[in-house]
């Protein structure tokens, strides 16, 4: 991957970001169940000989006489709470490291509902106190039943902080939406994003916590690829200037469309890995007149970028795609911030924001593998559909 400087996966853009911060002088320290492996055996910080067991981290040597201590690496026990408390203070205690924990599913964090409800979400709030710990939770719909999709999406959204009616100052070189958000909640998609997403955290003058809803079946997915320009960084830019690749809060249409396309008919917005099933589907029943766009960073909502789109679609209705029910994962929380957002460019109001996803449960996720299928081929068809999709009761 390197030597072609194409196809860098999920991992080896992690052990970049991570590897890149380390020669920078960063302490990086990543705990949580199976992550010296991951979980899905993507990772290998760790290397065992099966004969001695001798163990070799790869990211102690990545510069000459490198203290080995730069680079923290610890499978946890099964304490969701405890591991995530400990992590929690580190991060306070040492503000220039990056202090990441993962969970072996998302569905696992409730485990540590406590520390994400008292401390996390308000910490900066109630007590003055910032962090900069970054929390993955992997989260997909892949037929592998309620307890192993969903890392409950929506409750990192709920508390969130920002005002849904008020579009806030969005001059990208203030920072100021994200100074006065209490918490960052990303579903990103391609590895360089990740790359960049997680070098925000050290390469800012504030902290913020950050919720990744990690992929499962992406970290392996033929498209789910980056070029190694992509991950060309400006040492110490905060993320947001023109120099150099940055995290993308928002990834505009794939193909390439100009700043005005009065012929697109829909603009699906959605977020997550539903976006390749959506655009393999988009291929495969040539629905040339739909445009998909990717929202990176959910939570604060990127208006700027969303405004931007819709004025390049001024034809199109505005749909948002979601492989969650209804009550779940990111509509409820989308909603009134993107109609916000066309309201203001007068475009239409809630009504004009139509819904494609799962109806509403109980129930994250089906058990039943079939039933999955049918579920996400049924929304993916939705999605791409000419005639008008009815507005949800």
Known sequence: ?????????????????????????????????????????????????????????????????????????????????????????????????????????????NGAQVIFDQFLSSGESKWLRQTGLVVLLPHGYDGQGPEHSSARLERFLQMSDDNPFVIPEMEPTLRK??????????????????????????????????????????????????????????????????????????????????????????????????????????????AKDVAICRVEQLCPFPYDLIQRELKRYPSAEVVWCQEEPMNMGAYSYIAPRLSNAMKALGRGTMDDVKYVGRGPSAATATGFYQMHVKEQADLLQKAMQPEPIPIPI
């Open 177 to 286: 939406q994200i100074q006065e958000c209490n918490w960052q909640v990303v579903n990103v998609t391609t590895p360089a994003n990740y790359f960049h997403v997680l070098r925000r955290q050290i390469h800012r003058d504030f902290r913020k916590p950050l919720v990744v809803m990690a992929p499962k079946n992406l970290l392996r997915h033929k498209d789910c690829k980056s070029n190694l320009s992509e991950f060309d960084d400006v040492q110490g830019h905060p993320g947001f200037d023109k120099q150099g690749t940055r995290f993308k809060r928002l990834i505009k249409d794939q193909n390439d469309h100009s700043d005005l396309e009065e012929g697109i008919r829909r603009l699906v917005l959605c977020s997550g890995k539903v976006y390749y099933e959506l655009d393999e589907e988009r291929r495969k029943v040539e």
């Open 1 to 109: 991957m390197i030597e072609t400087g194409e196809g860098i996966d999920w991992a080896v853009g992690e052990a970049l970001a991570f590897a890149t911060l380390l020669v920078e002088g960063n302490h990086v320290r990543l705990s949580g169940q199976d992550v010296e492996r991951g979980t899905f055996s993507h990772r290998h910080s760790v290397i065992h000989d099966q004969e001695t067991g001798e163990q070799y981290c790869p990211l102690d040597h990545v510069t000459m006489n490198q203290n080995e201590e730069m680079f923290t690496v610890s499978n946890s026990s099964l304490s969701e709470f405890g591991v995530l408390g400990f992590e929690l203070g580190y991060s306070m205690e040492s503000p220039n490291s990056l202090v990441i924990w993962e969970a072996q599913f998302g569905d696992f964090a």
